[in-house]
Structures are given as C-alpha cells and as structure tokens.
C-alpha cells in the first residue's frame, strides 16, 4: 500500500451498496481470517466439501466474519435457504419457513438466523422439534455467549463455533481488495490508521473507509478522523467483556503485574464501568489476596472506594489507578481467605457441631450444673473447637507473607483440603477470580 493517497474521483461514486456489501465473500475461498475453520482442515471447510450439513452457530465478536461465512456455506451446500434476522423476525416467520421445508422434503432447507440470542425462550422453543427432526438446519450467528442467549435444549443440538476478531493481515487484504473497488490509492499511514481503529472488526473498517472517500473524495488520516471521530471500546457491563476483564484485572493484581492491572482498569474506565463495582472489587481483594501480609491494603481499598463515591468519573480513575498500583504490588497472603472456606467446608460437612460446654455462657443456675463455663480461661487456646475437630488447623502455624504458592502459605490448604464442590467461586456471583 505504498504511495500517496490520490484525490478521488470514485469509480463506483453512484453506487447504492455500502462498501462491506460490495466486497462481500461470494465462495469461501475470498473468505479472510477464521483459518481454523475454514482453513484446508477446519471443521466448516470440511463440512462443505464433503456435502455434510448439520445444525450449528458462529459466536465471535463483530465484523468477524459470522454472516458471511454462513451464508457462503449455505448459498454452496445447493439447500434452499431462508435469511432472517432475529432482531425483526417472529415465530410467523419461522412457520413459513417449516411449511416450506416441509412441502419440499427432498431438498435440506437451511434457516439462517443472524443474532439467534436475540429470539426469547418461546421463538427457541419453537425451533427445537424441526432442528431435532432435522426439517430444518440452523445455522445462528450471535455475538453473545451463547451458554447464557441460546436455551439449554436448543444449544444441546447445535455445535458451536468460536469466530476470532480479524489479524491484521486479514484487514491489510481487504483494504488491497478495497484500493481496487474504490479506485484509490491508500498510504501506509492510513492503512495503519484504519487496521487500529477497528480494533478487528472488518465491518467499522470497512464502513469508515467507505465513508471518507464518499464524503470527500480523499482517503487520508485527516478525512477517516472527521468521519469516524472516537471509537467506543468493546466492552458488555452483563455479558463475557464485563466479566473477562475484571477477572484479568484481579489476575493481574494477584500476580503482582501492575502494568497490566492498569492497563485491564483503563479498558474498564475507558467503558465507563461502573467505578464502584472496581472498587468493591478491590476491596474484597484486599482482604482476599493481601490479607495479615499487609493489613492496610483494606484500609487503602477502602479509601478508594470512599473516594470513588464521593468524587465520581472522570477524576476517580486517578485513585483506581493509585490503589491498583498499591494492592498489585503489595506482598501477598490468601491464608484468612484459605481458612476461610476450609470452615465453610467442615460447617457444611458436620453441621452444627456442639460448641463446648467451657465456651458456653452459663447465665442461670441450671446452666452452671450442667457445665457450661466450667474450665474457662481467658487466654488459654486449647480445646476451642468441638470435639470432632479438636485437631483442625484453619491457618499456618504463624502468620506469614509469603507468596500462595509457597508452601509455607498453603499449608492450611494442604492440612485442610476442601471437597471438589467447595474449590473456586464463580464470579458471576462473588468471591475468587
């Protein structure tokens, strides 16, 4: 891509068709990126040539490729095919669709339902005799986790297939195929422009691109920058952005890595994440990860989200990034949380175990008789625990500050190892990263 950019005269300037449109894949062959399924062995590339249809979806990021490679399998596979959107479709459709598979049973009919999570659990619901019976192949394409936007019977009889956000080799292709459809010439400064704005997504690439050599006839850093102003980061507050990126951020902070503790905290800043669930987050951390190693971490996690609640965005970013810093490279000692869950686990194994009589608080006469109280010491340590678990060890035998995988910081772990359902929380709900 070499060269200056050439005022434009556009060769297609009366075109109706956005540019994504005109470039569109006809084969699988002009299909970029996605090698692992479509490469010589990928599974989809597979399915075509050896005329083996069946139902699946294509779940990735946008402008990677979903739709197309959909329609090219289908448009290939000599099926009659029906194209809707979930986003305007309704049961109704999908009924005309059935009755047409079924008066031609001799030929698959294909459905192709582009952001399948977008149908509710009654439209899915629908769907499963005809996928089951195979009346219908259904090929969806969703941007969603489709464990939380595809019904559970539904998602048992689809494979699934993970679609990955372009390389950029795979971009620098399509602008080559783009200089050609535009009849421009596009520089190294402005293709390097383009392939970082679309952060792999073929479709803002392409739109943006399109957009600048219509509007001003020209192609250059200056006329993509007034066309496409500020690209939002990626991010879902309910979906797997949100989740994957305060995990890596907590990750981060456990391992120590300051660098990358604030660089996944500016992606959620840069969001606009709530900035009270960070510093909840950090909070819990501070006690979780750092714990008797370094007790003022939970003071400092507190006062950041003291801060965050009474300063607010843009300026709370600062004391986020302040305690960030501070929690990722403090020393670090999970024995409180390790002892934690190891009660947790012998509560939920034993029950409520009798508390022994010495602890018990004799407050009347009969009490007294019956022992409760009787052997109390205030400082003597021993016998605490009920009988079942008089030799239990929920911590080290000394607080340490050694790093979790040593072993002198896992012993609690390793005296008391809980039972495989206690290991890990999830972090939907609270607790572990």
Request: charged content about 20%.
């Amino acid at each position: 891509m070499q060269g200056r950019v050439l005022p434009m005269p556009l060769q297609n300037k009366k075109a109706v068709k956005p540019l994504p449109e005109i470039l569109r894949p006809a084969t699988l062959d002009e299909v970029v990126g996605q090698e692992h399924l479509i490469g010589p062995e990928g599974p989809l590339r597979r399915t075509l040539d050896h005329g083996e249809l069946f139902s699946f979806v294509l779940w990735g990021p946008p402008g990677s490729g979903k739709t197309t490679i959909a329609r090219v399998l289908a448009r290939a596979s000599g099926a009659h095919l029906f194209e809707l959107s979930a986003v305007e479709a309704g049961k109704d459709d999908v009924r005309r669709v059935v009755v047409s598979a079924q008066e031609h049973p001799q030929t698959p009919t294909i459905l192709l339902l582009d952001e399948i999570h977008r149908f509710n659990r009654a439209q899915q619901d629908y769907l499963l005799p005809y996928v089951e019976s195979g009346t219908l192949i259904l090929i969806g394409a969703t941007t969603e986790n489709p464990s939380f936007g595809i019904i559970a019977p539904l998602l048992s009889r689809l494979r699934v297939f993970v679609t990955h956000p372009l390389e950029e080799q795979d971009l620098c292709e399509l602008l080559r195929r783009a200089q050609k459809a535009l009849g421009a010439q596009i520089s190294e400064d402005t293709a390097s422009w383009l392939i970082a704005h679309a952060q792999g997504d073929a479709r803002v690439m392409l739109t943006t691109l399109d957009a600048a050599a219509r509007l001003y006839g020209t192609v250059d850093v200056a006329t993509l920058t007034r066309v496409a102003q500020e690209r939002p980061v990626l991010y879902d507050k309910t979906q797997d952005q949100h989740y994957d990126t305060i995990s890596a951020f907590i990750k981060s902070m456990r391992a120590g890595n300051a660098d990358a503790a604030v660089y996944y905290l500016a992606r959620m800043v840069e969001a606009a994440e709530d900035p009270l669930y960070i510093a909840r987050r950090m909070v819990i951390f501070a006690s979780e990860d750092i714990g008797l190693a370094q007790p003022t971490a939970l003071v400092v996690a507190n006062a950041v989200f003291e801060a965050c609640r009474n300063i607010g965005y843009p300026e709370c970013a600062i004391n986020l990034a302040h305690g960030a810093a501070y929690l990722a490279r403090a020393k670090k000692d999970r024995s409180a949380y390790d002892a934690l869950r190891s009660a947790q686990a012998d509560v939920r194994r034993y029950g409520a175990l009798p508390i022994p009589l010495k602890l018990r608080n004799p407050v009347a006469t009969l009490m007294r008789k019956l022992g409760y109280g009787k052997g109390y010491a205030k400082y003597d340590a021993s016998g605490l625990l009920p009988q079942k678990l008089h030799a239990r060890r929920y911590f080290p035998t000394a607080p340490t500050s050694a790093p979790p995988s040593s072993p002198q910081a896992s012993s609690a772990q390793r005296n008391n190892p809980l039972p495989d359902e206690n290991q890990g929380f999830n972090p939907v709900k609270g607790g572990s990263n």
